[in-house]
C-alpha cells in the first residue's frame, strides 16, 4: 500500500477492516398511531433524547406521524418542548370540532364523515414543520392507507401536511384525502406500529414508542371508542408478528406507555403522562442498557471477555 509517495506497510486489523466494508447503519424511531394516547410519545422522545439517542431515521403512523413531523424537523430536545407545548394546548373540540347536531346533520346529508380536518390542519401547523419531506433535518416515513385498493402507503417525499392529514384519517370520522393520485384514511387501517419499515432499512437499533398496545378496559362511548377499539384489535396482532420476524442483528427496544383510560376525546392531563411515560421510558432504557451489555459479552471472543 502506498502512503504519500513512499511504498510502506499499512497494517490492518481485521476488526478495522470489516469496519470499513459494513456499511454504515443507524437508529430508527417508530412511533405508532392512538389518537389522544399519542401524548405519551413526548415523555418517551425526551428520555431517548436526553441519553442522546438520535434518529437516523422516524416512521409514524397516524398520531405518531405528526409527532414524528415535530421532531424529525427538529431532532433535539427543543423539538421535545414543542411537541408538549402543542399537546398542552389541545382540547376535544380542537380535534373533533362541532357538537351532536352538527355531527347529526353530517349523518343526514350522507357525507362521508363526522368531523370535519380543521383542527387536524391547525394541529398540524401549530408543529412549524417545513412544507415538503424534502426539508426534514431527519428522513421521515408516514404510512396511510388507500381506501380503494387497501393498500399500505409510505410517504416519504413530497408535501408533508397531505400525508400527515391521510394519515390522521379515521375512516368514517375524519374526511378522506385525496392525494398522489388515491384516496387515502388512516394509516392505523393497515399498520399502526410500522416496525416493518423500520427493519427493512439500514439500521441496527429500532426503539418502538408503542402507546397502543394493550387493550384497555374502556368503556365504548361513542363510534370514535368503537373504531379505536377494532383498531386495537388489529394492531395488536399485526404488531406481535413483526416483532417475532426482527432479525437477531437489529437491537429493539419497545418504551412501555402508562395505563391512559380516558375517552378518546378527552386530552385533559397532558403533563402527567408525559412525565409518567418519561420515567417509564428511563427505566426501560436502563434496563435494555444492561442486557445489550451482556449480550456483547456473550458475543465477545472467551479470550477477550475478560480483558481489561
Same mark, same amino acid.
Given at each position: 500500500?502506498?502512503?504519500?509517495?513512499?511504498?510502506?506497510?499499512?497494517?490492518?486489523?481485521?476488526?478495522?477492516?470489516?469496519?470499513?466494508?459494513?456499511?454504515?447503519?443507524?437508529?430508527?424511531?417508530?412511533?405508532?398511531?392512538?389518537?389522544?394516547?399519542?401524548?405519551?410519545?413526548?415523555?418517551?422522545?425526551?428520555?431517548?433524547? %436526553?441519553?442522546?439517542?438520535?434518529?437516523?431515521?422516524?416512521?409514524?403512523?397516524?398520531?405518531?406521524?405528526?409527532?414524528?413531523?415535530?421532531? !424529525?424537523?427538529?431532532?433535539?430536545?427543543?423539538?421535545?418542548?414543542?411537541? &408538549?407545548?402543542?399537546?398542552?394546548?389541545?382540547?376535544?373540540?380542537?380535534?373533533?370540532?362541532?357538537?351532536?347536531?352538527?355531527?347529526?346533520?353530517?349523518?343526514?346529508?350522507? *357525507?362521508?364523515?363526522?368531523?370535519?380536518?380543521? $383542527?387536524?390542519?391547525?394541529?398540524?401547523?401549530? $408543529?412549524?414543520?417545513?412544507?415538503?419531506?424534502? /426539508?426534514? !433535518?431527519? =428522513?421521515?416515513?408516514?404510512? !396511510?392507507?388507500?381506501?380503494?385498493? $387497501? %393498500? /399500505?402507503?409510505?410517504?416519504?417525499?413530497?408535501?408533508?401536511?397531505?400525508?400527515?392529514?391521510?394519515?390522521?384519517?379515521?375512516? $368514517?370520522?375524519?374526511?378522506?384525502?385525496?392525494?398522489?393520485?388515491? &384516496?387515502?384514511?388512516?394509516?392505523?387501517?393497515?399498520?399502526?406500529?410500522?416496525?416493518?419499515?423500520?427493519?427493512?432499512?439500514?439500521? *441496527?437499533?429500532?426503539?418502538?414508542?408503542?402507546?397502543?398496545?394493550?387493550?384497555?378496559?374502556?368503556?365504548?362511548?361513542?363510534?370514535?371508542?368503537? !373504531?379505536?377499539?377494532?383498531?386495537?384489535?388489529?394492531?395488536?396482532?399485526?404488531? %406481535?408478528?413483526?416483532?417475532?420476524?426482527?432479525?437477531?442483528?437489529?437491537?429493539? &427496544?419497545?418504551?412501555?406507555?402508562?395505563? *391512559?383510560?380516558?375517552?378518546?376525546?378527552?386530552?385533559?392531563?397532558?403533563?402527567?403522562?408525559?412525565?409518567?411515560?418519561? /420515567?417509564?421510558?428511563?427505566?426501560?432504557?436502563?434496563?435494555?442498557?444492561?442486557?445489550?451489555?451482556?449480550?456483547?459479552?456473550?458475543?465477545? =471472543?472467551?479470550?477477550?471477555?475478560?480483558?481489561?
Amino acid at each position: 500500500m502506498c502512503v504519500g509517495g513512499n511504498e510502506r506497510a499499512v497494517s490492518t486489523t481485521i476488526s478495522q477492516y470489516r469496519r470499513r466494508m459494513t456499511p454504515r447503519r443507524g437508529t430508527a424511531f417508530v412511533l405508532s398511531g392512538g389518537g389522544n394516547q399519542a401524548v405519551c410519545q413526548v415523555g418517551m422522545l425526551r428520555a431517548l433524547l %436526553e441519553r442522546g439517542i438520535v434518529p437516523d431515521v422516524l416512521i409514524g403512523t397516524s398520531a405518531g406521524a405528526c409527532n414524528a413531523s415535530v421532531i !424529525a424537523a427538529t431532532p433535539n430536545l427543543a423539538g421535545v418542548d414543542r411537541l &408538549v407545548e402543542i399537546w398542552e394546548s389541545l382540547r376535544g373540540e380542537d380535534v373533533f370540532p362541532g357538537g351532536r347536531l352538527a355531527r347529526a346533520w353530517q349523518l343526514i346529508t350522507r *357525507d362521508n364523515h363526522l368531523f370535519d380536518n380543521i $383542527g387536524l390542519r391547525q394541529l398540524i401547523a401549530g $408543529g412549524d414543520t417545513p412544507k415538503t419531506f424534502e /426539508e426534514l !433535518a431527519v =428522513p421521515l416515513r408516514v404510512i !396511510a392507507c388507500d381506501l380503494e385498493t $387497501g %393498500e /399500505e402507503v409510505v410517504f416519504a417525499a413530497g408535501p408533508l401536511e397531505p400525508a400527515l392529514l391521510a394519515s390522521t384519517a379515521l375512516p $368514517g370520522l375524519f374526511p378522506p384525502i385525496r392525494h398522489d393520485g388515491r &384516496v387515502l384514511v388512516d394509516g392505523a387501517v393497515v399498520d399502526t406500529v410500522p416496525l416493518s419499515h423500520a427493519v427493512a432499512g439500514p439500521v *441496527d437499533r429500532v426503539y418502538v414508542l408503542n402507546i397502543a398496545g394493550e387493550l384497555l378496559d374502556r368503556t365504548l362511548r361513542s363510534p370514535i371508542d368503537v !373504531a379505536i377499539r377494532a383498531f386495537a384489535i388489529s394492531r395488536k396482532q399485526r404488531f %406481535e408478528l413483526e416483532v417475532r420476524n426482527v432479525p437477531e442483528s437489529v437491537d429493539l &427496544v419497545v418504551l412501555p406507555a402508562p395505563d *391512559d383510560n380516558r375517552p378518546v376525546t378527552d386530552f385533559s392531563d397532558p403533563i402527567g403522562l408525559i412525565d409518567e411515560a418519561y /420515567e417509564l421510558a428511563c427505566d426501560a432504557l436502563e434496563v435494555a442498557d444492561v442486557e445489550k451489555r451482556k449480550r456483547s459479552s456473550v458475543r465477545r =471472543p472467551w479470550w477477550r471477555r475478560h480483558a481489561g
